[in-house]
């Protein structure tokens, strides 16, 4: 996998930020938005800070901000970056279905929609194709009881019948109102977001007026491509107000970063044209079957025209998820560190006796499979399919891929059958999947932060937006080592800072502290923001007392604190003293009771982290 080095522009600050992947490549992510929202995770290492910084991974929406120009115009995630060109490939894919329907909703095509030359400019569903316009209101981090200001956005959209529409996850990420136009008509009709898959980095949307609908005919999805398939790109670019087309091929299909969630999943990699506008929009091959989404682009003094496709199989993926729950449950996880065992000397101390098999290295303890493995286990099979030493299952007919690729397969509660050698023992385990559990997340759930104000004193959960909008130098390396090496104990466990103190006569000496973990609130450790209002308004000690890493204290008198606040909220202009979904009840479960200190760990909780090839997770 390739180090990233990611460079947030944005109006109001930036910074360098990077992300080892391997000693071998670096590129440089640029994401745009009033303040930056998300990128995959910063690396400790400055030492890759400043190689290949030519090298660009940019997003493909076109974002506009108040009072620029028409043509200054940036870039809004996603970046991915691209693994190992030897990373091979992986098992049978499922097909999206034969003439399946449901509810108007075609997942698979059958007939042929263009003519025998396959020209495209004159083919009927290029109607399918819209024109989305998104004006999006960012979460103010670092303030989180406001918003930033709004700015606008466009992509691509496409039909894909009753009455929905499937564009990019980042295209209406914290999007206020959502309009699209049809091809060829000047009129905007409003468009609701249903669902937002962030690791897939999809998104499906709904028009209810019948007006938008009138002579539409939805496009029907094809199956995975081969390699050198004709492909068609198909969207809104910058440049011009109209639909464009561009053409190019298929170059590689393999498991690849998706950036906009931090995930890695199937992706196809094409040559053909994608540009800023054409997030969201489809890539057709020459029956005129929909074949992927456009999403992301990589730019390089290296390399030319590599644009990437999210395939059918992610999309159908995500429409079954939303059709079997109602909503986005998310991709599923083994919660597992693997390591490689191409080495003949590693497989004979593990007792391995053929060339397969990956090593169990790391269980996450919120993880199912945390209770039928342990470190030293080697996965020989998953659902009966083979596990390869490099990590790698076979894929089609003469191909491999990703292990992954198989766990992305399955949903949210699936049950897997694992074979793995034991002290040179073989058996067979099963495991429920379940979607990872983040000690530090990558996106905020309802797009909201929480947050806590006591006496002045501002307490916000630690994630990753929050991260990247106060910079790293401010958050500290102890923070950044948790965030970057720790993983949950349980699965509402949180790292509850201090992120600022409004300054008031209640709170004198304590004015410059930030950014700084609450350990524990009058002796009783914390688990997360929920906890510490609950303790908080249940205390009737006479004293509040912080305990902070490093053993720092902040003791404040209870009914001082609880006088001064309504005149520090007043004062800085602040609605309520706590977000709101701490206004509901907290309750303790029994699985969390357990606190243990809270150490850094021994290896890096994401891949993207992870500085060579021998370890991933799956």
């Known amino acids: 996998m390739a180090a990233m080095n990611a460079v947030f522009a944005s109006p109001s600050c930036s910074s360098s930020l990077s992300f080892p992947r ?3 490549s670096y590129c440089t992510s640029i994401f745009a938005s009033h303040r930056p929202h998300r990128s995959g995770r910063q690396s400790l290492r400055k030492d ?4 290949r910084k030519n090298d660009v991974m940019e997003g493909v929406s076109q974002k506009r901000f108040p009072g620029r120009g028409k043509d ?7 970046d991915g970056s691209q693994e190992d060109a030897g990373l091979s490939q992986s098992t049978v894919f499922k097909s999206i279905g034969t003439q399946k329907r449901d509810k108007g909703v075609v997942y698979d095509l059958k007939e042929q929609q263009v003519d025998e030359t396959g020209k495209f400019q004159d083919s009927a569903f290029l109607n399918a194709v819209v024109k989305v316009y998104c004006t999006h209101t ?7 009881w406001q918003k930033q200001r709004q700015y606008t956005s466009t992509g691509s959209a496409f039909m894909i019948g009753d009455g929905k529409l499937l564009t990019n996850a980042h295209c209406v990420e914290h999007g206020t109102q959502v309009k699209v136009k049809r091809r060829g008509d000047d009129t905007k009709f409003v468009a609701k977001v249903l669902a937002r898959g962030i690791e897939c980095d999809i998104a499906l949307l709904s028009v209810e007026s019948e007006d938008f609908w009138k002579g539409a005919e939805p496009l029907r999805f094809g199956r995975l491509p081969c390699l050198q398939d004709s492909v068609t790109v198909v969207g809104y670019p910058l440049g011009g107000d109209t639909i ?3 053409k190019g091929v298929v170059s590689r299909i393999e498991v690849t970063s998706y950036a906009h969630g931090s995930s890695d999943l199937l992706g196809i990699q094409i040559d053909a044209a994608i540009n800023p506008g054409n997030s969201g929009g489809p890539a057709f091959n020459d029956h005129g079957e929909c074949i992927g989404v456009a ?10 025209n590599i644009g990437y496709v999210i395939p059918t199989t992610v999309v159908s993926h995500f429409l079954n998820d939303y059709e079997r729950s109602g909503k986005y449950t998310g991709f599923p996880s083994l919660g597992v560190l693997l390591q490689k065992l191409e080495n003949p000397a590693l497989r004979a101390c593990l007792k391995v006796p ?3 098999g990956v ?4 269980v996450e303890p919120t993880s199912p499979a945390n209770d039928v493995l342990k470190e030293g286990d080697v996965i020989v099979s998953f659902d009966g399919v083979q596990v390869g030493s490099e990590g790698t299952v076979p894929f089609r007919s003469t191909e491999r891929i990703a292990f992954r690729y198989l766990i992305s397969q399955k949903f949210s509660g699936d049950v897997a059958e694992l074979g793995i050698i034991r002290d040179g023992t073989y058996m067979k385990v099963q495991t429920v999947l379940q979607p990872r559990v983040h000690l530090v997340p990558y996106h905020i759930e309802g797009g909201q932060p929480s947050y806590l104000i006591i006496a002045g004193l501002v307490f916000t959960p630690l994630s990753e937006p929050l991260i990247e909008e106060e910079c790293e130098d401010s958050i500290g390396l102890k923070l950044l080592a948790k965030a970057r090496y720790s993983l949950a104990r349980f699965k509402d466990e949180e790292i509850v800072i201090l992120s600022q103190v409004l300054a008031n006569e209640v709170n004198i000496g304590y004015e410059d502290m930030g950014n700084q973990q609450v350990m524990k609130f009058n002796g009783t450790p914390i688990k997360n923001i929920r906890h510490l209002a609950h303790l908080v308004d249940t205390c009737k000690d006479k004293y509040l007392i912080f305990e902070f890493e490093d053993n720092f204290l902040a003791v404040l008198e209870r009914e001082a604190a609880a006088a001064a606040s309504p005149f520090v909220l007043k004062d800085y202009g602040i609605p309520c003293e706590r977000s709101s979904d701490l206004l509901e009840p907290f309750i303790d479960l029994e699985e969390d009771k357990q606190i243990l200190k809270q150490d850094i760990g021994d290896s890096p909780v994401s891949n993207f982290e992870i500085g060579f090839d021998g370890l991933l997770w799956a």
Not at 48 to 51: E, L, P, Y
Not at 359 to 362: A, K
């Open 22 to 24: 391997s000693s071998s």
């Open 48 to 51: 890759h800070s400043n190689r």
């Open 72 to 78: 200054d115009r940036t870039y809004l995630p996603p």
């Open 138 to 144: 960012s979460p103010d981090y670092s303030l989180p």
């Open 244 to 246: 464009s087309v561009t």
């Open 295 to 304: 999403f992301q682009v990589f730019r390089s003094e290296e390399a030319e």
């Open 354 to 356: 053929s060339n397969e």
């Open 359 to 362: 090593l169990v290295r790391r």
